[in-house]
């Protein structure tokens, strides 16, 4: 039962322009939602987050919208740039849990194009 | 620095052998976890262990054994392979009690099981 789908296995975007990243998921429970950023033959970094109180975070080129009636979250990168290129992966975590028991996605493939 | 280091990165070995993966970080977080991801790109988890006390076993066979010798390693038996345990497994620490501190993954041991 996979509980958090990102659909778009891969993603190609020119440099300068916006970068889009979706995740949906099923369990309404989920009230923290992570990104991570995953280089090839590395581990994945943490990137961002959003608790199920807001909507909306931003830090720096990065904002992740969180729309909890859809559950539905996306990553907004802007501008993108070649150092974006990686695997992205979304992340879910249950009360209680915090990061001890992550649900993740199977990731995105972004590839910003020069 | 490595923050998370895990050894070997690559491991091939053959059905029925009894192999182990070593994981130390220096971060001084207090938890720690073994994190699998199979040729779907799922990234699982598996354990995770605070302050050397187990407090998630995620029905993993018990072929799989962790061990924590102290907070700031988290080692992975594996005996009698077998072919579906070929993957990469990703070692991974954080801060408990802080908010949702977010994990710290090390590069990973690609496991080949022939």
């Known amino acids: 039962d996979q509980q958090v789908k990102q659909n778009s296995p891969s993603l190609s975007v020119q440099e300068g322009r916006i970068s889009i990243l979706n995740c949906d998921y099923t369990?309404?429970?989920?009230?923290?939602f992570l990104w991570y950023k995953k280089y090839p033959a590395e581990g994945p970094t943490f990137l961002i987050s959003i608790s199920s109180i807001k909507d909306k975070n931003e830090d720096g080129r990065f904002t992740v919208f969180l729309n909890k009636s859809a559950k539905h979250l996306s990553l907004h990168i802007v501008p993108s740039q070649p150092g974006d290129s990686a695997v992205y992966f979304c992340a879910a975590s249950l009360p209680n849990f915090g990061n001890e028991k992550l649900t993740f996605g199977t990731g995105t493939r972004l590839t910003i194009i020069p | 620095d490595t923050a998370v280091s895990q050894t070997p990165k690559y491991l091939v070995t053959q059905m029925g052998n009894d192999k182990s993966i070593k994981c130390e970080q220096n971060?001084?977080?207090?938890?720690m976890y073994w994190y699998k991801q199979d040729s779907k790109k799922f990234l699982k988890i598996m354990f995770s262990y605070n302050n050397k006390e187990l407090i998630i076993n995620e029905t993993v066979p018990n072929r799989f054994s962790p061990k924590s010798p102290d907070k700031a390693h988290l080692n992975l038996h594996i005996n009698s392979l077998e072919l579906g345990d070929s993957a990469v497994y990703f070692c991974?620490?954080?801060?408990?009690?802080?908010?949702?501190?977010?994990?710290?993954f090390g590069n990973g041991t690609r496991l080949t099981v022939t």
């Open positions: 971060l001084g977080h207090d938890t």
């Open positions: 991974a620490s954080s801060l408990q009690g802080q908010g949702n501190s977010p994990l710290h």
């Open positions: 369990n309404s429970m989920f009230d923290y």
